[in-house]
Nanobody
Framework: QVHLVESGGGLVQAGGSLRLSCAAS????????MGWFRQAPGKEREFVAA????????RYVDSVKGRFTISRDNAENMGLLHMNSLKPEDTAVYYC?????????????????WGQGTQVTVSS
């Protein structure tokens, strides 16, 4: 069982930066793939980034490549999403998720555990 809690969201101006954290409980987190998703009002949940258990593989949605960086610290049971050059279209609730099968996927239903989400608002 893995419990996830996101933090670090907030209000930022366009061009600014935020760092989202995902604190995980459970000894198995270090063996799980991890992903970040976001959901804007009236839209479906969208894949943002994913990272394998040992950080050997990462994947990003095209719209955040070069601006966002996903990482993790298994010793601290922590996942991170560094977001730079933020745009108003990045505004959404951001969720972290964990998948017991250590394969990267963009499909939300293939993740086993989810956090409660943290709001990111980018003003123009």
């Amino acid at each position: 069982q893995v419990h996830l809690v996101e933090s670090g969201g907030g209000l930022v101006q366009a061009g600014g930066s935020l760092r989202l954290s995902c604190a995980a409980s459970g000894r198995t987190f270090k063996s799980y793939a991890m992903g970040w998703f976001r959901q804007a009002p009236g839209k479906e949940r969208e894949f943002v980034a994913a990272i394998s258990s040992r950080s050997s593989a990462v994947r990003y949605v095209d719209s955040v490549k070069g601006r966002f960086t996903i990482s993790r610290d298994n010793a601290e049971n922590m996942g991170l999403l560094h977001m730079n050059s933020l745009k108003p279209e990045d505004t959404a609730v951001y969720y972290c998720a964990a998948r017991s099968l250590d394969l990267l996927t963009t499909v939300p239903n293939l993740y086993d555990y989810w956090g409660q989400g943290t709001q990111v608002t980018v003003s123009s």
